[in-house]
């Protein structure tokens, strides 16, 4: 319990110092985009409980699930979608 509040007071500090003036700063509210609609076909793989990956069709993306990541074995599914953000 110590150790976490040490790191509380460590973190609270560099916080602090890293703070710099945004008087001027302009902030614009975020505006949610729609779900994109599936566009492509999907990939799926089992994969164990002691490590796996999946790759994109295309071979663009990979997600990769380290040693102990998973608590039993699951399988995982990528498809791609229309890209709705501007």
Do not use: W, Y
Request: proline fraction near 5%; aromatic fraction near 2%; avoid cysteine.
């Amino acid at each position: 319990m110590i150790r976490v509040i040490t790191l509380l007071i460590i973190l609270a500090r560099s916080v602090s110092v890293a703070q710099t003036d945004t008087s001027d700063l302009i902030v614009t509210p975020h505006i949610a985009t729609p779900i994109g609609k599936p566009n492509g076909e999907s990939v799926s793989v089992k994969m164990t409980k002691d490590r796996g990956s999946i790759k994109s069709r295309d071979g663009r993306v990979e997600l990769i699930f380290a040693q102990g990541a998973l608590s039993s074995k699951a399988t995982s599914s990528k498809e791609p979608i229309t890209n709705n953000s501007s």
